[in-house]
């Protein structure tokens, strides 16, 4: 039996769990979903992720750092501060070449969607002119494309979005209460107003946060309010656990208990029923279990290859194993149509070695050989 104490509780946690796109959630309803007993809050979950998306699909991502280090901004989380001494090697933009051939070869691992990452506070005109090209020729090889270049003006939204970008990556990371304890240099306001561009600007917009910063609970529950209630859910929601790195200034904080992070997953997932919740960074610090309670909890997307921006991720094969023990299939929706067709006709047509005739599968000991 659930710990609901009355017909009143339980019909007002019944319809939070129904699945309802809204737009107006009070941090008393948020805590209400994300407290539920688990069990609870898991089946609801995973019914609401039933009414909207195949659940035995994964959307896969795959990360690359065209620009590392030497941030000026003063994240408290990343190792690509440079406030911070955590031993990275700077490197400027890369080169389209290198990138584009970094694209291919995350396709040819099963990726849909490259997200090129750049530490940044905001891009200059002349470095995002060779972003726009990159995305050009990534959209080309026929990937889905991201990009998360830091703060962004109208005029620059609008130039990715003439480029075909399709996703825009700018995360809230927190509340906006607890924000001022994690970054001083720009303001959440900076924050909203650059996904307000980006919503404008047409291009589907990927914002998150990150849990284990040793904030409140509080916190996560506010969060989660900015973004469902933004005037569209973001399209797809990354929720990182805290990669802690030696000489940030989270560097040591205490590691978060894995069930307060599927809750934190079931709760984005019954929030925002239709977008795709993404189980981000932190998976190298998972065992397989929590992964798939993520799952069972509703997340649809990962980072896919071995490694994130500059930190360790599971290896894609680790990857392709988990999803075959659970029946999972990596989504295919991000390729076009021509590939999907191709990939279908692959599948139909027997390889040549299978058009034999079986072999007999027992030792046929009456004839001779
Ligand atoms: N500089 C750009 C910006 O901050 O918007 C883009 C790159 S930045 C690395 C992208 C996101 O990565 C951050 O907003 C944060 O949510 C996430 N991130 C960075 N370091 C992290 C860490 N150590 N653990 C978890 N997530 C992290
Ligand atoms: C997001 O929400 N997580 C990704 C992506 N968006 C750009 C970044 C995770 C970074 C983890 C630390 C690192 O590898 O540097
Ligand atoms: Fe710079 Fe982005 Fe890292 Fe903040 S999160 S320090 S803006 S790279």
Not at 183 to 207: F, M
Not at 280 to 306: H, K, P, V, W
Request: glycine share 6%; hydrophobic share 35%; charged share 25%.
């Amino acid at each position: 039996m659930s710990n609901h104490k009355n017909g009143q509780t339980l019909n007002s946690l019944e319809k939070l769990n129904s699945g309802q796109v809204r737009h107006d959630w009070t941090v008393a309803e948020i805590e209400a979903i994300y407290n539920q007993p688990f069990n609870d809050l898991l089946f609801a979950a995973q019914n609401i992720h039933r009414q909207y998306f195949d659940p035995n699909q994964v959307q896969t991502s795959t990360l690359l750092s065209i620009k590392t280090g030497a941030c000026p901004e003063d994240c408290a989380y990343c190792p690509q501060s440079g406030h911070y001494n955590t031993g990275l090697s700077k490197e400027q933009l890369m080169a389209v070449e290198e990138v584009i051939s970094k694209a291919q070869q995350a396709k040819k691992n099963g990726a849909t969607r490259f997200c090129m990452g750049a530490a940044w506070r905001s891009p200059r005109e002349k470095d995002l002119d060779v972003v726009l090209e990159m995305v050009r020729q990534v959209k080309d090889l026929g990937l889905e494309t991201c990009v998360t270049l830091g703060m962004l003006t109208d005029e620059q939204a609008q130039k990715l979005g003439e480029a075909g970008l399709d996703y825009y990556n700018h995360n809230l990371d927190t509340s906006p209460e607890y924000y001022q304890q994690i970054i001083t240099t720009r303001t959440y306001k900076n924050r909203l107003d650059t996904l307000q561009n980006v919503r404008d600007a047409g291009i589907n917009v990927c914002s998150g946060g990150i849990i284990g910063m040793g904030e409140e609970t509080s916190d996560r529950y506010g969060l989660l309010q900015q973004l469902a209630n933004m005037p569209e859910h973001p399209q797809s929601v990354p929720i990182n656990m805290l990669v802690a790195v030696e000489g940030t200034p989270l560097g040591d904080v205490e590691k978060l208990d894995s069930i307060e992070f599927v809750r934190m997953i079931a709760t984005a997932r019954i929030m925002m029923p239709e977008s795709y919740v993404r189980l981000s960074a932190g998976r190298e610090d998972m065992n397989e279990e929590t992964q798939t309670l993520c799952y069972l909890a509703g997340a649809n997307s990962i980072f896919y290859g071995e490694k994130l921006l500059t930190t360790a991720n599971p290896e894609a094969e680790a990857d392709m194993l988990l999803f075959k023990r659970l029946g999972i299939e990596p989504e295919r929706r991000g390729l076009d149509q021509q590939e999907m067709d191709q990939e279908e006709l692959a599948e139909e047509t027997p390889k040549v070695e299978e058009q034999q005739p079986a072999k007999p599968l027992f030792y046929d000991a009456t004839k001779t050989h």
